[in-house]
C-alpha cells in the first residue's frame, strides 16, 4: 500500500470510519501523512459514535484546521440522556417534606438537563459545544450540515448562535429525527433565515417554529430554496366529555399565507408537507379556483403529503391538488387508519374503500403516485387517541 500515491491513498482512507482511522495513521509514514492532511477532511462524515468518541473525532479534526465544505452526522448517540436523576417535588401546603421521584435526563426541560449536568459534573457538552464552534467558525466554505437520527442533546450547544454569525455561505441544512428541536421559536428561525441568504436545501423538522410571518420572508430571504419541509404544530383542543363532534385542529400557519408561498416560489423543486392543517380538501378547493392552472410552483416535481393528526385528504382533495399542480411528477402520501379515525371518526372499512377508488382512479395516470396508507402510529396519534377516549 506505500506504492500507492498520496491521492489515491487519500481516497482509500476516506472509506475508513472514525475511530478506526486513528490506527489506520500508524500503519508508516505515509498512512500517517494522509490521514493527517487537511485537504481529506473538507467532507465530514461522521457515523455511529457515542458523545465521548464524537468529542474526540472532533477535537481531532479540528486541530488540523481543515476548511470545511460539509459535516453530517448520523446515528450518534449519547447513554448521559438515559441516565436517572432525583427530581425534588415540593408538598409544603401539607407541611411535610419534598417527595422525591426519579426521571431520565431525557425526560426533563432543557434548564434542567443543563443544570443535572452540572449537578453531576459532566463536561462533555461544553466539549462539544466547543470543538463545533471552533469548526464551523474556521470554515469559511462550509455549505451543507446534515444531522440525522442523533440521539445527543444538542440544545445544549450554540451551533444555531454560530450559523448565524457564520453560515452565509450555507446552502443545505438538513435536521430529522433527533433529540430537541435547535431552531425552537419563529425567532430563531427567523434569524437563521437572514443569516443564510443562499440556502437551496431546508429539510430541517422545526415545527414551533413554522408561522405565518416566518413563512412569509422566506420568498424574500430565501430565494433560491428548491427543497423544503414544513412541519407546522398543531392545537388539538379538548373537547367537553360526552361531546360526539371531533374535535378541531388549529395551526399557527393559515392557509392563504401557505398558498402565498408557493405562488412565489418559482425554484422549488422538491416538497415535504408534514401534518400541515391548511392542506385540507376545502383549503385545495378554494386554492384551485383562485390561482391559474400552472402557476403556483411551477418548478415543483416531487411532492410528499404526510397526514396523522390533522384531517386527511379524500379523492377530491387530490385531484384540486393536481389542478393546482399540474407538472407534478411524484406524489407520495404516507398516513394510517388511526388518523381517520382521530380526525373523522370513520370505520376501517370506509376508509379502506377509500383508499381502493383512490387507486383505481390514478392508476392510468402518468403521475407516480405512491400512497403509503400503513404507516406505523406515531406518538402524538396515541396520545391525542387517549384524550378523545377520555373525554367520550
Not at 96 to 125: C, K
Not at 263 to 282: G, K, T
Not at 318 to 324: A, G, K, R, T, V
Not at 353 to 372: E, G
Request: hydrophobic share 40%.
Amino acid at each position: 500500500m506505500d506504492r500507492l500515491s498520496l491521492d489515491v491513498l487519500q481516497q482509500v482512507i476516506s472509506y475508513i470510519p472514525f475511530p478506526t482511522r486513528w490506527q489506520a495513521a500508524m500503519v508508516s509514514r505515509l498512512w500517517y501523512q494522509a490521514c493527517h492532511d487537511p485537504y481529506l477532511y473538507q467532507h465530514i462524515h461522521l457515523e455511529n459514535l457515542e458523545l465521548a468518541d464524537l468529542v474526540h473525532v472532533l477535537q481531532w479534526i479540528q486541530r488540523l484546521q481543515p476548511n470545511i465544505r460539509s459535516l453530517s452526522m448520523r446515528h450518534c448517540y449519547s447513554s448521559l440522556l438515559q441516565r436517572c436523576v432525583p427530581v425534588r417535588y415540593s408538598d409544603d401546603y401539607q407541611n411535610q417534606s419534598p417527595s422525591v421521584l426519579h426521571t431520565q435526563i431525557r425526560a426533563l426541560a432543557a434548564p434542567q438537563r443543563e443544570a443535572q449536568y452540572q449537578a453531576l459534573n459532566i463536561d462533555l457538552y461544553h466539549q462539544l459545544n466547543q470543538h463545533l464552534l471552533q469548526l464551523v467558525n474556521m470554515s469559511s466554505r462550509l455549505t451543507s450540515i446534515a444531522i440525522e437520527h442523533c440521539n445527543i442533546d444538542w440544545a445544549m450547544t450554540a451551533l444555531i448562535p454560530s450559523l448565524i454569525n457564520h453560515g452565509a455561505n450555507l446552502k443545505t441544512w438538513i435536521y430529522h429525527s433527533n433529540f430537541g428541536d435547535l431552531l425552537p421559536t419563529a425567532d430563531a428561525l427567523q434569524a437563521f433565515m437572514t443569516a443564510t441568504p443562499n440556502m437551496t436545501c431546508f429539510l430541517g423538522h422545526h415545527p414551533d417554529a413554522i408561522n405565518d410571518h416566518s413563512v412569509s420572508l422566506m420568498p424574500r430571504l430565501w430565494p433560491l430554496l428548491q427543497s423544503m419541509q414544513l412541519a407546522c404544530t398543531n392545537t388539538l383542543p379538548f373537547s367537553s366529555k360526552g361531546s360526539s363532534s371531533m374535535p378541531v385542529a388549529t395551526s399557527p400557519l393559515s392557509s392563504h399565507v401557505f398558498y402565498q408561498w408557493l405562488a412565489a416560489s418559482p425554484r422549488l423543486q422538491s416538497l415535504e408537507l408534514v401534518d400541515l392543517h391548511c392542506l385540507s380538501d376545502q383549503d385545495l378547493q378554494s386554492a384551485a379556483l383562485a390561482f391559474p392552472m400552472a402557476t403556483v410552483a411551477t418548478s415543483l416535481r416531487h411532492l410528499r403529503i404526510a397526514k396523522f393528526v390533522t384531517e386527511p385528504l379524500s379523492n377530491a382533495g387530490i385531484n384540486h391538488l393536481l389542478q393546482l399542480l399540474p407538472r407534478l411528477r411524484t406524489l407520495a402520501y404516507d398516513t394510517n387508519i388511526d388518523c381517520f379515525r382521530i380526525t373523522t371518526g370513520l370505520p376501517p372499512q370506509q376508509v379502506a374503500h377509500l383508499w381502493s377508488s383512490l387507486a383505481k382512479q390514478h392508476a392510468a395516470s402518468p403521475l407516480d403516485l405512491r400512497m403509503n396508507w400503513h404507516q406505523p402510529v406515531t406518538m402524538e396519534q396515541t396520545l391525542l387517541s387517549c384524550q378523545l377516549m377520555a373525554t367520550q
